[in-house]
């Protein structure tokens, strides 16, 4: 990469990491350190919330997925603005009024310290590693792309976040957060200008080339519960997962508690509710226009570079039989593409079949390539997700690159940043103040709070460097991770029924997760945003059930 | 239901419908 580049890299990180030292000035208690003293505006949570989900992986793995799948992906978020207001009038104002750190002490005033700790519990474990595969991500990319051993790339994403969020605490996430987006929705509007410049045909002919070969399909009104993502399965589905994320995961919930009130909290929500679709459209969407941009520019027979360089070391015969192929087949696919765009839109019918056939004939040996790839390295080649580092760093002007790259570790930094103060809240309120030491002065929580950010950031850091070796382990957790999360949801929603007691309530939670495990092992074809639904619904009706039996026990007890 | 419910999910379904109608006529006019 260019100095140029790295001189937007290195000036962007070292901002963010000396403001948000600056604003810890003055912290002294543990409230201002988990909570910011409950005191910031309604649009720095909204962006914050935002950050938090945003993670390098939407920057480069959804943008790929956009280039080669194309926009309906963006169904995926089609629950999310209803589950934002349902949350404004249930959980919010619940959780806002009830003066908590976490999401989790809640659930002790309502049904006692068991289902207390096991949900913290649960939360600790699932979010402890993915918080690595966070920083895991993009660092492999790094890593491949600059021929960086992983330990560095970890270091550059994950050092600058750990000690920022253990000097600043969450004052310093929220207002480097609201810094990471004004970069990342920069980035992203400025690559879609230099496409729409750079692509050589016109932007109504670039939209059909687009559509022909499929990628601006962006509904599908098929109900089956195997599909990944349909629009029945991101409203239904969709919502439940929101309404879990958002409404009980202490990294969402740790956002609006921050807030000055209950209506700044509803806001900050509202923020995404209006402007998730559209921003994840824009992300897609700049994968669309990539997708295009190669359609005139000869694309590497592979984005990753450690793959391309291991076919052609393994078996140069092969790899340039394949090279010569995919040339062969993008040729034509390069004719049929310009003719679209000299033909007038009512009589692109006939251009645009024959493009049809040659883009799945070029697909059908960039496969080819892909599976020759992952026999030579072993491995699953995730090539979707270098072609946007690529582009970027070969084909955007001089300094944007810089940007779009400063875009994917500020992207990394803040889903990080927030998940890093929720875990370490979540420890030191849940875990240490509960059972350990009730009571001491907030200089000595404080400190162990910064111990605690400081503990889970390497131990993030140490999981990202081993990620590869720890692979089908992090694939168990997260799996495991889907099994509660919508029965979490099930047991606040049952918090908010008066009948319901601590009995029902932990049964119900563990109903769920079994439910769930049930379904993940015996049907694995159901696609994973069904699992909420299960979760939650069981959890609910089995907590309610066992609360009116228990009450029913009681009442004939002598 | 509260004054805020009745007030905000209208806009936001408003919101909804007007970014569905531009990916659906992304959808039509192109596919």
Redesign the interface.
Known sequence: MHWVNWAVVVGYLGYVVVDSIRRARGLKTIEGYFLANRNLPWWAVGLTVMATQLSAITMIGTTGQGAVDG?RF?QFY?GL??A??IL??TIVPFLHKANVFTAYEFLERRFGPRTRSLTAFLFLCSRGLSCGTIIAAPAVVFSAIFGWPMLLSVAVIGLPTVLYVVIGGVQAVTWADVKQMFVIVTALVAVVITLLVKIPVNPDAA??I???A?R????DFSFTLNEQYTFWSGIIGGTFLMLSYFGTDQSQVQRYLTARSV?EA?SSH?MS??WK??LQ?LILLVGVLVFVYYLFVTPPLYWNPAADRAVAAADQPAYIQLEREAQAAWNLRYELASEIARTPPERRAVPRQQFRAADSAYTAIRQQALAKAEQVTGGPARDVNYIIPQFVLTQLPLGLGGLFIAAVIAAAMSAVAGELSALSTCTVIDFYRRWVRPEASDAHFLKVSRVATAFWGLAACGVAVFAASLGSLIEVVNRFGSFFYGSILGVFLLAMLKRVNAAGAFVGLVAGMLAVGAVSFGAPQVAFLWYNVIGAVTVVVVGLVVSEFARGVESVRP | MSGWFKRILPRVLAAELVAWALLALLQYRYN
């Open positions: 926009m963006v089609f603005p209803v934002m207001v404004g009038v939209l059909s687009a559509g022909a499929g601006l399909r962006v509904f209506d509803r509202l509710a209006f679709i559209p459209g």
